[in-house]
């Protein structure tokens, strides 16, 4: 795991979003495993940026989300469909038939969860993908557990996951139980993995990913068995990890 620590959330989104840009530039048809959270929103502002001054192009791009809140639609405002749209989609060039997140209202979930599974096989895999980290070391929504699941599956949302993300609702009650999330295969597959952390909040958690045992109690550790894997971390987060 390569580790880059910089001074704040702004150089972390400004690194994330050269290493994403430098993907596309090399192939304009790259398959973009994205993520969801206010970590990675800095970093679609830098890619809009980027458009903006024509240094980048989606047209050729696909993009697969991580995960979805089961029960939210597409235009709920705590959906994350409706937050990909809102933070890059609705402004820069992507196909939005190129854009992919899973179904959080589908009839069948075990239906939905292999053709999100199928969909990235016939997409040719993930050339880059973007995550964030949870409190608890979730990535996607694969939840700390004995197992982990290998594809896309209907998950529920762990006590401290309900917790930390109740911020983004108007209270705790209204966030869904359960999620449905691209499993550690596809993540695992994808060819480069780009995972940012940000702030005193995600400190513990860093160091414990950096520094301790790999376990499926912390899913993040999984990405130490990756060979092209980049934490991009700013001092805040970093600050229990030692030197780095
Ligand atoms: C959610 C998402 C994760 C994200 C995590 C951290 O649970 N499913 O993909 O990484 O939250 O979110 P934040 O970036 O807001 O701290």
Known sequence: ???????????????????????????????????????????????????????LDFSKVTSVNLDEYVGLSGDHDQSYRYFMNTNIFNHVNIRKDHTFVPNGLAEDMKEECSNYDK?????????????????????????????????????????????????????????????????????????????????????????KVINGKITTQIPATMLHMHSNVILIVDKEAAKLAGNI
């Open 1 to 55: 795991m390569k580790i880059v620590v910089v001074d704040n959330y702004d150089e972390m989104s400004k690194v994330a979003a050269e290493e994403l840009a430098s993907v596309i530039n090399n192939k304009p048809e790259a398959v973009l495993g994205l993520a969801t959270g206010g970590t990675p929103v800095g970093m679609y502002k830098e890619l809009i940026k980027m458009y903006n001054e024509k240094k």
């Open 119 to 207: 969909r990235i096989e016939e997409l040719g895999g993930i050339d880059a993908q973007i995550l964030g980290i949870g409190n608890n070391g979730h990535i996607g929504f694969n939840e700390p557990s004995d197992e982990l699941s290998l594809g896309t599956n209907l998950t529920d949302l762990q006590e401290s996951t309900i917790e930390a993300n109740a911020r983004y609702f108007a209270s705790k009650e209204e966030v869904p139980t359960q999620a449905l999330t691209m499993g550690l295969g596809a993540i695992m597959k994808a060819k480069k993995i780009i995972i940012l952390a940000s702030g005193e909040a995600k400190a513990e958690i860093i160091d």
